[in-house]
């Protein structure tokens, strides 16, 4: 079968097209997975139900596979009668997903903080 030039000259609007959707499909979930994995490494960091909460879904998330994610959240949310879009559901699950790693990696950098540090910051007027 001899190379064909014009084959891939046709299917190079289609590669753009998909690249444009990949770019920014990765531009939100890197903003949003910031916020997030925030919000979940806070509420990890405090005592109580709350910890245990997001606890457990830093477990779930990280635990699972990516691909059975994205099936749950597409073909789950489209059985409860919320129909998503194949863009949302995608955005969804890589949320869900690295939001896990965000915040174990916000956690990590918490914990990293010795007790002089804090009592350096005290000694200088600062709260906790």
Known sequence: M?????????????????????????????????????????????SGPLSWVAGAYIQLVRNTPLLIQLYLVYFGFSMAGFGLSGFASGLLALCAQ??????????GGLQSVSIRQFDAGRALGMRR
């Not at 190079?12 to 490494?41: D, K, Q, R, S």
């Not at 690295?98 to 956690?107: F, K, L, Q, S, T």
């Open 2 to 46: 001899p190379f064909d030039p014009h084959f891939i000259a046709r299917l190079i609007p289609a590669l753009l097209e998909g690249a444009e959707v990949t770019v920014e499909l990765a531009g939100l979930t890197v903003a949003i997975c910031l916020v997030w994995g925030l919000f979940v490494a806070l509420a990890y960091g405090v």
């Open 98 to 107: 690295n939001g896990g790693y965000v915040a174990e990696i916000y956690r």
